[in-house]
């Protein structure tokens, strides 16, 4: 999933149900009963959707869709919601406006540094005149996707060349989904790739053509792991995109398909695209059974497994993402993703030593970078290991740039806390504000009433800081003002009983004569 | 017509006692308390009926024996039921208050009269046709106006000076009467000349003081019996309560409460031992027999929003979410209170009339719950429909049934449910014992084999690790220290603590591209005022003037800048807080720019 | 119609009021009371109205008003004692005001609010009459009597205060503090298991309350099987969800200390006493902690401290001949035993220690080991 551009978010012509029934859509997770535990707000930074912050940072699930928060507050709504959606997913920056201006930009970009210009104007081709090559025209359908980034050629062309092979080509069929996709054009994608899922399932036993040399002509953006922190902000695995990991995916499944070919029945790649489409168009419903699917085909493959696993995180379903996420473990010894979640679970339940370990694992694996350090010492703190805890911590602090550097600190004043002192814990803080201006958790902490304030238009998902402000202003005897903080705290967490115990009151305080 | 739940209807119209005997569920209540006491017998989520309790009554209106709800609907129309479908429809001629009947004394058959209350009006039907239409008197109005008018009429007094006078008795609080109120409104609306034709014009009409009704029952003379001879009982504006005489044409008794009542509850027959309930709007509960002087109203501690009366006891709920019973002698003891988890909504009595005569009470809750305790005890709980709040109930005989909910919902909706002769209402406390969650284990995290492991670790090399991580303490704390003063005084951070001042800034980008706008908000945190600030933008060298920072206000700016090579990718932009004469910059903001939308995209 | 007009200013606020939008209500009531000066029910709209908006002594300005109309409603009273509370050198003034609003009628709130007043200032048993005079009025008011057993157990009247949480908890069986306040006392008689079935509803009620977690995990630890592990996770839970509380801290030192993870325990010792520095217990185990980390002049110090913070206190000064007999100082270690045994021999003092036969036996082993050294 990559980010989605304001556009795209706003003006939404895809999705199937104004209001979804709880458990059906990824803009609302299923709640309630999940609150408990590892995935309770009290216990686990959640944003306003109900996805926990920590954890592993994929595009595209940081920031929550505009208009699933407030709903419906009056006139302001509409203005609200065109606001929330020019926020990006980190605090600071900004949303592209679309995603497929973004990739004619990034072609266009990467052609411009080139001295002598374009390789191959795919404007001037003939299109028709390559369809009727085959071999030629894969190669140059893929040099248009993947290279020049212009999907209405690559459109052009594939549907050319499928009409020339008789609507019976799987690999044609695939890239019209992939540039159907890209183009926005989602239902004509879905279509296009769930017949292309058929052609290859008929296709059974018979050795995938080209389908896995082009797969590796792409060379995209490695999965980058640069480690997860601590309590309060984990930030990110920065994810590449879906399609490289696909591709590895394919490259594996095609290496592990020789092996059996009577049982490899999909290509991974396909499935994964399709199931990208479904959860574009809000059903995870239909993605996670197309992953149910296609796994037992394909018992070796972690992908589908991971890419399950991710479905039901973004919607709330803990328990089975975890599930998933050893299976995946299982399978892929190093697979980043599985070993971070995992880790940031156990974590969050009170078994921080199982933790440790995970993140040990991802040490050993040579994943490096200043939130796995800062995680690491978070995690041997709390697992009683006190020795080790701040080296990692000072291993963080030389590794961290500025974007990570307040959540260091911040985890840095929570150890601080852990050994009661609190002047020290004050300048940690302090270091992660000055940093960081918006760093809500850390306004919080510091607790002065002016910063609580700032604290609470800077971070609406923090809970804590909207009731800390709604205590105050209770102490006070200034109701109105109490009234307004415990409902914006019980819009951030609806389970917190201390908010719900102060609302009680204020609204007894109300109704006596 | 819509079925409920999982029950079969027939398709027909009447409400049948047959299709009844398909249902195998018998609610006898009698061990489980809490299993529905009620059958589901028809309900209709869009009858379009909008009515609260007061103006919803079951009535024997044709002397049939086949009971009819009628509504008095708040767009002013009386609606009668008859069974599952809608009867019959008239026009009411004002909005309507309270809706009861009563059956005026006679020879045997009596046919009750339906008794519809608005503004200062009761209209009576008889068979839904017209019958009479009793009017309030005239409430006497004071001396001094008497006075006035007495004076105007015979010319003594000139309209201008009167109309002074009247708002001068008007200002030291006391009520006029109609006219007088008329007048006054004459005189501010047409000056002189409209009072002094006001005056010419009202000359020789009645002179009082007319109220409004606020509430309505019935009670009955000598037997409490279905079908007995029975008589109104009218609350008023002005704060009294008036009994009628059985004909309904005259008042009988007649009670003062001082404030208008807002609820009104009776138990008893006027002959022997009548007991009147009666909340007032301002909070007060007052108990009144026939013939005795009144006792001290109570003071309940928020609005009431419903009252029931038993025998001997009167419950109210109250706003705040709790049902008080008062009983004793003088009926101001509190026995005690119901708390519930939701707000009150509507109260009805339950007077079964089989075999026993128990009496229960049914509250509504705003969160669709309808509870039916029995003294202290919790009989049945159920919930509406889509959990929608109920805006009128009302317990009785409808259509051969003995007893019968009709229940209204907000949206219209109509659910009339029926409790079988079987049901026990009388269930013991429900749960004596602790409750249930005691049984569910405490969720105690559990730990690992591997803690298990590492606290072993840890017995060994205490010391060591003592050593260490102390050690490691006093160096973490050194650096935080450093890094502290570093950022606060180097102006890289976008906070600054320099020359005492605490500010701190932070930037945000707008608009789509290649034309931005940044905007900066900066506040300061300290106690006094800082001045003579200047932002520098590194990348155009614009400079920005900051007015004088006031603490704890926060300053937005906006710069525009422009992206000279949208195609070039996003680049970053830095903000730098510096002193205008010039100087070491206090405090600084990177912000990263989107990539721009090209222009012919878009 | 200037009446009317009035009369909608009054609807149009009330209906602002129950939306939470106070200052347009404010608004209206002052209209309203503009057009009506005599109408008592407006007058106190508007002083409830400043009340809710923090401005209390507008707010009792306009009910000394409206007092002037009406001097015999209870509501104006209690809602003038309500604002003087809030102000901070009223308090006098307003208990003053909640007397004659109890006298006028008495009602729940009221005696809740000047048993707040007073448990503030301390003055446990004036506050423990007052409940036990609303409870007359209202015998099962749960929060009434929640509110009387925290009292008691404050003043130290653990039984009665039992009693009456007992009946709270009857009442109204799932209320959390109840719970909490009933199972700590059952645990004081030692019956932790009772305790912690106790908790269960609790821990239902309220997943997140720290100070349930730490009544838990002392539970575990105080039981005979000793479940040192089972107490430190729910301690740790505990001090995850509320790292400032002091008390917290404390015992998971100390059952770090009882687990022999001692680098463990000083860690939170330390927090205990960073958190509040004149808690005796604290240094004590601080002392024992630095001890078994080969730290003997911060143990001695330690032990000082402690003692010069609680000098009547027995155990301190137990610990602190063992402590010092470990590091070979027989004559100061035969001094404190000393001074432990006087102290131990004061009767009350004697019923407590006598609960726990470890001491007795750390006593007798340190008396024979010191005998052994002449």
Same mark, same amino acid.
């Given at each position: 999933?990559?980010?989605?551009?304001?556009?795209?978010?706003?003006?939404?012509?895809?999705?199937?149900?104004?209001?979804?029934?709880?458990?059906?859509?990824?803009?609302?997770?299923?709640?309630?009963?999940?609150?408990?535990?590892?995935?309770?707000?009290?216990? $686990?930074?959640?944003?306003?959707?109900?996805?926990?912050?920590?954890?592993?940072?994929?595009?595209?699930?940081?920031?929550?869709?505009?208009?699933?928060? @407030?709903?419906?507050?009056?006139?302001?709504?509409?203005?609200?919601?065109?606001?929330?959606?020019?926020?990006?997913?980190?605090?600071?920056?900004?949303?592209?406006?679309?995603?497929?201006?973004?990739?004619?930009?990034?072609?266009?970009?990467?052609?411009?540094?080139?001295?002598?210009?374009?390789?191959?104007?795919?404007?001037?081709?003939?299109?028709?005149?390559?369809?009727?090559?085959?071999?030629?025209?894969?190669?140059?359908?893929?040099?248009?996707?993947?290279?020049?980034?212009?999907?209405?050629?690559?459109?052009?062309?594939?549907?050319?060349?499928?009409?020339?092979?008789?609507?019976?080509?799987?690999?044609?069929?695939?890239?019209?989904?992939?540039?159907?996709?890209?183009?926005?054009?989602?239902?004509?994608?879905?279509?296009?790739?769930?017949?292309?899922?058929?052609?290859?399932?008929?296709?059974?036993?018979?050795?995938?053509?080209?389908?896995?040399?082009?797969?590796?002509?792409?060379?995209?953006?490695?999965?980058?792991?640069?480690?997860?922190?601590?309590?309060?902000?984990?930030?990110?695995?920065?994810?590449?995109?879906?399609?490289?990991?696909?591709?590895?995916?394919?490259? @594996?499944?095609?290496? $592990?398909?020789?092996?059996?070919?009577?049982?490899?029945?999909?290509?991974?790649?396909?499935?994964?695209?399709?199931?990208?489409?479904?959860?574009?168009?809000?059903?995870?419903?239909?993605?996670?059974?197309?992953?149910?699917?296609?796994?037992?085909?394909?018992?070796?493959?972690?992908?589908?497994?991971?890419?399950?696993?991710?479905?039901?995180?973004?919607?709330?379903?803990?328990?089975?993402?975890?599930?998933?996420?050893?299976?995946?473990?299982?399978?892929?010894?190093?697979?980043?993703?599985?070993?971070?979640?995992?880790? @940031?679970?156990?974590?969050? @339940?009170?078994?921080?030593?199982?933790?440790?370990?995970?993140?040990?694992?991802?040490?050993?694996?040579?994943?490096?970078?200043?939130?796995?350090?800062?995680?690491?010492?978070?995690?041997?703190?709390?697992?009683?290991?006190?020795?080790?805890?701040?080296?990692?911590?000072?291993?963080?602090?030389?590794?961290?740039?500025?974007?990570?550097?307040?959540?260091?600190?911040?985890?840095?004043?929570?150890?601080?806390?852990?050994?009661?002192?609190?002047?020290?814990?004050?300048?940690?803080?302090?270091?992660?504000?000055?940093?960081?201006?918006?760093?809500?958790?850390?306004?919080?902490?510091?607790?002065?009433?002016?910063?609580?304030?700032?604290?609470?238009?800077?971070?609406?998902?923090?809970?804590?800081?909207?009731?800390?402000?709604?205590?105050?202003?209770?102490?006070?005897?200034?109701?109105?003002?109490?009234?307004?903080?415990?409902?914006?705290?019980?819009?951030?967490?609806?389970?917190?009983?201390?908010?719900?115990?102060?609302?009680?009151?204020?609204?007894?305080?109300?109704?006596?004569? | 017509?819509?079925?409920?739940?999982?029950?079969?209807?027939?398709? %027909?119209?009447?409400?049948?006692?047959?299709?009844?005997?398909?249902?195998?569920?018998?609610?006898?209540?009698?061990?489980?308390?809490?299993?529905?006491?009620?059958?589901?017998?028809?309900?209709?989520?869009?009858?379009?009926?909008?009515?609260?309790?007061?103006?919803?009554?079951?009535?024997?209106?044709?002397?049939?024996?086949?009971?009819?709800?009628?509504?008095?609907?708040?767009?002013?129309?009386?609606?009668?039921?008859?069974?599952?479908?809608?009867?019959?429809?008239?026009?009411?001629?004002?909005?309507?208050?309270?809706?009861?009947?009563?059956?005026?004394?006679?020879?045997?058959?009596?046919?009750?009269?339906?008794?519809?209350?608005?503004?200062?009006?009761?209209?009576?039907?008889?068979?839904?046709?017209?019958?009479?239409?009793?009017?309030?008197?005239?409430?006497?109005?004071?001396?001094? /106006?008497?006075?006035?008018?007495?004076?105007?009429?015979?010319?003594?007094?000139?309209?201008?000076?009167?109309?002074?006078?009247?708002?001068?008795?008007?200002?030291?609080?006391?009520?006029?009467?109609?006219?007088?109120? /008329?007048?006054?409104?004459?005189?501010?609306?047409? %000056?002189?000349?409209?009072?002094?034709?006001?005056?010419?014009?009202?000359?020789?009409?009645?002179?009082?003081?007319?109220?409004?009704?606020?509430?309505?029952?019935?009670?009955?003379?000598?037997?409490?019996?279905?079908?007995?001879?029975?008589?109104?009982?009218?609350?008023?504006?002005?704060?009294?309560?008036?009994?009628?005489?059985?004909?309904?044409?005259?008042?009988?008794?007649?009670?003062?409460?001082?404030?208008?009542?807002?609820?009104?509850?009776?138990?008893?027959?006027?002959?022997?031992?009548?007991?009147?309930?009666?909340?007032?709007?301002?909070?007060?509960?007052?108990?009144?027999?026939?013939?005795?002087?009144?006792?001290?109203?109570?003071?309940?501690?928020?609005?009431?929003?419903?009252?029931?009366?038993?025998?001997?006891?009167?419950?109210?709920?109250?706003?705040?979410?709790?049902?008080?019973?008062?009983?004793?002698?003088?009926?101001?003891?509190?026995?005690?209170?119901?708390?519930?988890?939701?707000?009150?909504?509507?109260?009805?009595?339950?007077?079964?009339?089989?075999?026993?005569?128990?009496?229960?009470?049914?509250?509504?809750?705003?969160?669709?719950?309808?509870?039916?305790?029995?003294?202290?005890?919790?009989?049945?709980?159920?919930?509406?429909?889509?959990?929608?709040?109920?805006?009128?109930?009302?317990?009785?005989?409808?259509?051969?049934?003995?007893?019968?909910?009709?229940?209204?919902?907000?949206?219209?909706?109509?659910?009339?449910?029926?409790?079988?002769?079987?049901?026990?209402?009388?269930?013991?406390?429900?749960?004596?014992?602790?409750?249930?969650?005691?049984?569910?284990?405490?969720?105690?995290?559990?730990?690992?084999?591997?803690?298990?492991?590492?606290?072993?670790?840890?017995?060994?090399?205490?010391?060591?690790?003592?050593?260490?991580?102390?050690?490691?303490?006093?160096?973490?704390?050194?650096?935080?220290?450093?890094?502290?003063?570093?950022?606060?005084?180097?102006?890289?951070?976008?906070?600054?603590? *320099?020359? %005492?001042?605490?500010?701190?800034?932070?930037?945000?980008?707008?608009?789509?591209?290649?034309?931005?706008?940044?905007?900066?908000?900066?506040?300061?945190?300290?106690?006094?005022?800082?001045?003579?600030?200047?932002?520098?933008?590194?990348?155009?060298?614009?400079?920005?003037?900051?007015?004088?920072?006031?603490?704890?206000?926060?300053?937005?700016?906006?710069?525009?800048?422009?992206?000279?090579?949208?195609?070039?990718?996003?680049?970053?932009?830095?903000?730098?807080?510096?002193?205008?004469?010039?100087? *070491?910059?206090?405090?600084? *903001?990177?912000?990263?720019?989107?990539?721009?939308?090209?222009?012919?995209?878009? | 119609?200037?009446?009317?007009?009035?009369?909608?200013?009054?609807?149009?606020?009330?209906?602002?009021?129950?939306?939470?939008?106070?200052?347009?209500?404010?608004?209206?009531?002052?209209?309203?009371?503009?057009?009506?000066?005599?109408?008592?029910?407006?007058?106190?709209?508007?002083?409830?109205?400043?009340?809710?908006?923090?401005?209390?002594?507008?707010?009792?300005?306009?009910?000394?008003?409206?007092?002037?109309?009406?001097?015999?409603?209870?509501?104006?009273?209690?809602?003038?004692?309500?604002?003087?509370?809030?102000?901070?050198?009223?308090?006098?003034?307003?208990?003053?005001?909640?007397?004659?609003?109890?006298?006028?009628?008495?009602?729940?709130?009221?005696?809740?609010?000047?048993?707040?007043?007073?448990?503030?200032?301390?003055?446990?048993?004036?506050?423990?009459?007052?409940?036990?005079?609303?409870?007359?009025?209202?015998?099962?008011?749960?929060?009434?009597?929640?509110?009387?057993?925290?009292?008691?157990?404050?003043?130290?009247?653990?039984?009665?205060?039992?009693?009456?949480?007992?009946?709270?908890?009857?009442?109204?069986?799932?209320?959390?503090?109840?719970?909490?306040?009933?199972?700590?006392?059952?645990?004081?008689?030692?019956?932790?298991?009772?305790?912690?079935?106790?908790?269960?509803?609790?821990?239902?009620?309220?997943?997140?309350?720290?100070?349930?977690?730490?009544?838990?995990?002392?539970?575990?630890?105080?039981?005979?099987?000793?479940?040192?592990?089972?107490?430190?996770?729910?301690?740790?839970?505990?001090?995850?969800?509320?790292?400032?509380?002091?008390?917290?801290?404390?015992?998971?030192?100390?059952?770090?200390?009882?687990?022999?993870?001692?680098?463990?325990?000083?860690?939170?010792?330390?927090?205990?006493?960073?958190?509040?520095?004149?808690?005796?217990?604290?240094?004590?185990?601080?002392?024992?902690?630095?001890?078994?980390?080969?730290?003997?002049?911060?143990?001695?110090?330690?032990?000082?401290?402690?003692?010069?913070?609680?000098?009547?206190?027995?155990?301190?000064?137990?610990?602190?001949?063992?402590?010092?007999?470990?590091?070979?100082?027989?004559?100061?270690?035969?001094?404190?035993?000393?001074?432990?045994?006087?102290?131990?021999?004061?009767?009350?003092?004697?019923?407590?220690?006598?609960?726990?036969?470890?001491?007795?036996?750390?006593?007798?082993?340190?008396?024979?080991?010191?005998?052994?050294?002449?």
């Amino acid at each position: 999933m990559r980010v989605q551009g304001v556009a795209d978010l706003l003006l939404d012509e895809n999705n199937v149900a104004q209001v979804a029934r709880p458990g059906t859509s990824l803009a609302r997770p299923a709640t309630g009963a999940a609150a408990s535990g590892s995935s309770s707000p009290a216990v $686990r930074p959640m944003s306003t959707a109900g996805r926990p912050l920590t954890g592993f940072a994929r595009p595209g699930t940081g920031a929550a869709r505009p208009g699933t928060t @407030s709903g419906g507050r009056g006139p302001g709504t509409a203005a609200g919601a065109v606001q929330a959606a020019m926020r990006g997913a980190k605090p600071g920056t900004a949303r592209p406006v679309t995603t497929s201006g973004r990739f004619v930009r990034l072609g266009t970009a990467s052609l411009a540094a080139e001295p002598g210009g374009p390789f191959i104007n795919a404007e001037r081709l003939d299109l028709r005149k390559y369809a009727a090559r085959p071999n030629l025209a894969r190669v140059l359908c893929d040099y248009i996707v993947y290279v020049d980034h212009n999907m209405r050629k690559a459109l052009e062309l594939a549907a050319a060349a499928t009409q020339a092979c008789g609507y019976e080509d799987w690999w044609w069929k695939a890239r019209l989904g992939k540039a159907y996709y890209q183009l926005g054009l989602l239902r004509d994608a879905e279509q296009q790739l769930a017949s292309s899922l058929r052609n290859q399932a008929r296709a059974r036993g018979r050795r995938p053509r080209l389908g896995a040399p082009s797969a590796i002509l792409f060379v995209g953006p490695d999965a980058r792991g640069s480690g997860v922190a601590g309590e309060g902000r984990m930030t990110d695995y920065a994810e590449g995109e879906g399609g490289c990991a696909a591709a590895a995916g394919a490259a @594996s499944a095609s290496s $592990r398909c020789r092996t059996d070919p009577a049982a490899a029945a999909e290509m991974v790649a396909t499935v994964m695209e399709l199931a990208k489409v479904h959860l574009r168009l809000d059903q995870p419903g239909a993605a996670l059974s197309l992953y149910g699917d296609a796994a037992p085909r394909q018992p070796w493959e972690p992908g589908l497994l991971l890419g399950a696993a991710r479905v039901h995180d973004a919607m709330g379903q803990g328990e089975e993402a975890l599930r998933l996420y050893q299976q995946v473990l299982s399978l892929d010894a190093s697979s980043v993703e599985a070993i971070a979640c995992l880790a @940031s679970h156990h974590f969050y @339940s009170g078994q921080p030593e199982v933790a440790l370990r995970y993140f040990r694992r991802l040490l050993q694996m040579g994943v490096s970078g200043a939130e796995l350090w800062c995680n690491t010492g978070l995690a041997c703190f709390y697992a009683g290991q006190i020795d080790m805890a701040l080296p990692c911590f000072e291993r963080a602090l030389a590794a961290a740039d500025d974007g990570a550097a307040p959540d260091v600190w911040y985890n840095l004043s929570q150890v601080a806390i852990g050994i009661g002192d609190a002047s020290w814990a004050q300048q940690c803080l302090r270091l992660a504000v000055s940093l960081e201006p918006g760093h809500a958790e850390a306004w919080n902490n510091l607790a002065a009433r002016s910063l609580l304030r700032t604290g609470c238009a800077r971070g609406p998902h923090v809970f804590e800081a909207h009731y800390n402000a709604a205590l105050l202003a209770w102490r006070r005897g200034d109701y109105q003002d109490a009234w307004e903080r415990v409902g914006a705290a019980l819009a951030a967490f609806p389970g917190h009983t201390e908010s719900q115990e102060l609302r009680r009151l204020l609204r007894a305080e109300l109704m006596a004569l | 017509m819509l079925g409920r739940g999982d029950h079969q209807h027939s398709g %027909g119209a009447t409400l049948q006692r047959s299709t009844f005997s398909l249902q195998t569920r018998t609610a006898s209540g009698g061990g489980d308390p809490l299993r529905p006491l009620w059958l589901d017998a028809w309900s209709d989520p869009v009858a379009g009926l909008s009515a609260f309790s007061g103006c919803m009554h079951t009535c024997n209106l044709f002397g049939d024996g086949d009971w009819r709800l009628v509504v008095a609907d708040a767009d002013k129309k009386l609606k009668v039921w008859k069974g599952t479908q809608k009867a019959s429809e008239h026009a009411l001629l004002d909005a309507p208050v309270a809706l009861t009947s009563f059956t005026p004394d006679g020879p045997p058959p009596r046919v009750p009269v339906l008794a519809v209350a608005s503004g200062c009006h009761v209209f009576m039907f008889k068979g839904l046709k017209p019958f009479y239409k009793f009017a309030l008197p005239l409430l006497p109005c004071s001396g001094e /106006e008497e006075q006035l008018w007495q004076q105007l009429d015979s010319g003594s007094l000139n309209p201008t000076s009167a109309c002074a006078s009247l708002a001068a008795l008007r200002d030291a609080g006391m009520p006029l009467s109609g006219r007088g109120a /008329e007048l006054l409104a004459s005189a501010a609306a047409r %000056g002189e000349g409209g009072a002094a034709a006001f005056v010419a014009d009202s000359r020789g009409q009645p002179l009082g003081r007319q109220s409004s009704i606020t509430c309505m029952d019935a009670v009955c003379q000598s037997v409490d019996e279905t079908g007995a001879p029975s008589c109104l009982v009218l609350g008023t504006e002005d704060g009294r309560l008036l009994i009628l005489n059985s004909a309904g044409t005259a008042v009988q008794h007649t009670f003062v409460l001082g404030c208008a009542p807002s609820f009104l509850a009776l138990s008893g027959t006027l002959e022997a031992g009548l007991k009147l309930s009666a909340t007032t709007r301002d909070g007060r509960l007052h108990t009144l027999r026939v013939g005795e002087a009144g006792v001290q109203p109570v003071q309940l501690e928020a609005q009431p929003v419903g009252l029931v009366r038993t025998s001997n006891a009167a419950l109210v709920g109250v706003m705040s979410d709790v049902v008080h019973c008062y009983g004793g002698r003088a009926g101001c003891t509190r026995q005690y209170s119901l708390p519930q988890p939701a707000p009150i909504l509507c109260m009805q009595l339950l007077a079964t009339h089989t075999s026993r005569l128990v009496k229960c009470l049914i509250v509504a809750l705003a969160n669709g719950d309808v509870r039916v305790y029995h003294e202290r005890a919790l009989v049945s709980t159920h919930t509406t429909a889509a959990a929608a709040p109920v805006m009128g109930l009302v317990f009785g005989r409808y259509a051969r049934e003995d007893n019968t909910l009709v229940t209204l919902t907000r949206g219209g909706g109509l659910d009339i449910k029926i409790m079988p002769r079987t049901a026990n209402l009388e269930a013991t406390s429900a749960h004596s014992g602790p409750p249930p969650e005691q049984d569910v284990p405490l969720p105690v995290p559990t730990k690992t084999r591997l803690y298990v492991e590492q606290t072993q670790r840890e017995r060994e090399s205490a010391v060591d690790m003592h050593r260490l991580f102390q050690r490691d303490l006093v160096k973490a704390r050194l650096a935080t220290a450093r890094a502290l003063v570093r950022v606060l005084t180097d102006g890289r951070g976008a906070a600054s603590h *320099a020359g %005492g001042a605490n500010l701190s800034m932070s930037a945000s980008v707008e608009g789509l591209g290649p034309r931005f706008r940044l905007v900066l908000s900066v506040t300061n945190e300290g106690g006094t005022a800082v001045g003579g600030l200047a932002v520098v933008l590194r990348a155009s060298k614009q400079q920005l003037v900051v007015p004088l920072l006031v603490p704890l206000l926060q300053y937005e700016l906006r710069v525009d800048i422009r992206c000279l090579q949208p195609a070039g990718g996003a680049g970053e932009v830095r903000l730098v807080m510096v002193p205008a004469k010039g100087g *070491a910059p206090l405090m600084s *903001a990177l912000v990263r720019m989107p990539l721009s939308e090209p222009d012919d995209v878009m | 119609m200037k009446r009317c007009n009035a009369t909608t200013a009054t609807a149009d606020a009330v209906a602002d009021t129950a939306a939470w939008r106070i200052q347009e209500s404010l608004r209206l009531f002052q209209q309203a009371t503009a057009l009506n000066p005599h109408n008592v029910l407006n007058l106190k709209q508007v002083g409830r109205s400043l009340a809710l908006l923090g401005k209390h002594r507008q707010a009792v300005d306009v009910y000394q008003e409206a007092q002037k109309l009406s001097p015999d409603d209870w509501e104006l009273w209690y809602s003038r004692g309500l604002c003087l509370s809030h102000l901070k050198d009223q308090q006098d003034s307003a208990l003053e005001c909640f007397g004659c609003a109890n006298a006028i009628q008495p009602n729940d709130g009221t005696y809740i609010q000047i048993g707040q007043i007073l448990a503030a200032r301390d003055q446990l048993s004036a506050a423990i009459d007052n409940y036990g005079e609303a409870l007359q009025q209202s015998p099962e008011s749960p929060e009434l009597l929640t509110a009387l057993g925290l009292l008691l157990l404050r003043a130290g009247d653990s039984q009665r205060a039992f009693d009456q949480l007992g009946a709270s908890l009857l009442h109204e069986p799932r209320g959390a503090r109840a719970i909490l306040a009933a199972g700590s006392i059952i645990q004081d008689h030692g019956d932790h298991d009772a305790a912690l079935v106790k908790y269960r509803v609790a821990a239902v009620v309220e997943p997140h309350c720290p100070q349930l977690w730490n009544n838990i995990g002392m539970a575990f630890f105080g039981k005979q099987a000793r479940r040192y592990i089972a107490a430190i996770s729910c301690l740790s839970r505990a001090l995850y969800l509320a790292p400032f509380e002091w008390l917290t801290a404390h015992n998971l030192g100390l059952a770090y200390l009882a687990a022999g993870q001692a680098a463990s325990a000083f860690q939170h010792l330390s927090a205990a006493v960073n958190l509040k520095p004149d808690f005796a217990p604290s240094y004590m185990l601080l002392a024992v902690a630095l001890e078994r980390l080969q730290d003997p002049d911060n143990a001695r110090a330690a032990c000082e401290r402690a003692l010069q913070l609680d000098p009547r206190e027995p155990l301190v000064h137990l610990n602190c001949a063992v402590m010092l007999h470990n590091q070979g100082d027989g004559a100061g270690a035969a001094a404190r035993l000393a001074a432990f045994r006087e102290l131990s021999a004061e009767p009350e003092e004697a019923a407590r220690l006598a609960a726990d036969p470890e001491v007795e036996e750390a006593a007798a082993a340190l008396e024979l080991a010191l005998g052994q050294r002449g």
